[in-house]
């Protein structure tokens, strides 16, 4: 099956920095996205990108399919993102085959 | 539209009980997965219902079982509960229609403690 590979694993910033947060998968896929998981488990979706770039506020993302890679932008971090992201992928069913997750640190 | 909802939010069993787990899809969804999270082994695919009919299964026991209803609702069972079975169990839709029909929403999860 597809594997997910998710870096770092760890990411401690401060408040108003920057990051980026990489995801790299072993085949071609139909989907792609990056969820957030909040403190009370639940996973909320953040893009939807199986190729290109997208924007949401502070957040971005760009999706090379040809290259096998995806990238989270996270500009100007605030406390509030702190917590997992994880990414996640469809191949040729319908089953996600998420990464192990960055745990994202904003200190204030 | 209401997001996808998950029944009970908690629930403690003890070994050799069985539970059954509850989602309601988004209005108007037809697929629903579920996903099990633990610390080990992270978030693993369980299997997925279509139209009332399971179209994909993961690498789980026998003991692992779900079902859908025609009204695109869906349940999941766990016969002969063990202590690994410890986990946040989360639900998932996935609309079937338009440019973005792959995107899966999930529910907020049901977390079973095993004793």
């Known amino acids: 099956g597809i594997q997910v590979e998710q870096s770092p694993p760890d990411l401690i910033l401060q408040e108003g920095a920057n990051s980026t947060l990489r995801c790299n998968f072993s085949?071609?896929?139909?989907?792609l996205q990056w969820f957030h998981q909040n403190p009370w488990g639940q996973l909320i979706n953040l893009f939807y990108?199986?190729?290109g770039t997208k924007q949401n506020g502070r957040l971005s993302a760009t999706t090379v399919a040809t290259e096998r890679y995806s990238l989270l932008y996270i500009s100007s971090s605030q406390t509030t993102d702190s917590g997992v992201y994880f990414c996640?992928?469809?191949?040729?069913?319908?089953?996600?085959?998420f990464g192990k997750g960055t745990l994202l640190t904003v200190n204030p | 539209k209401a997001g996808v909802t998950q029944t009970p939010r908690y629930l403690i069993k003890t070994r050799g009980q069985q539970v059954t787990l509850s989602c309601s899809p988004i209005?108007?969804?037809?697929?629903v997965s579920w996903y099990q999270q633990t610390p080990g082994q992270g978030l693993q695919f369980l299997f997925e219902?279509?139209?009332?009919?399971?179209?994909n299964k993961g690498n789980f026991p026998g003991r692992f079982s779900g079902r859908q209803f025609s009204n695109s609702r869906s349940e999941m069972n766990v016969s002969t509960l063990e202590l690994g079975d410890s986990a946040l169990y989360l639900c998932?839709?996935?609309?079937?229609?338009?440019?973005?029909?792959?995107?899966?929403?999930f529910g907020p999860g049901t977390r079973l403690t095993v004793l």
């Open positions: 085949d071609s896929v139909n989907n």
């Open positions: 996640a992928v469809v191949g040729s069913n319908y089953k996600l085959t």
């Open positions: 990108i199986p190729s």
């Open positions: 209005s108007g969804h037809r697929s």
């Open positions: 219902y279509f139209s009332e009919t399971q179209r």
């Open positions: 998932a839709s996935r609309g079937t229609g338009g440019s973005s029909y792959n995107e899966q929403f």
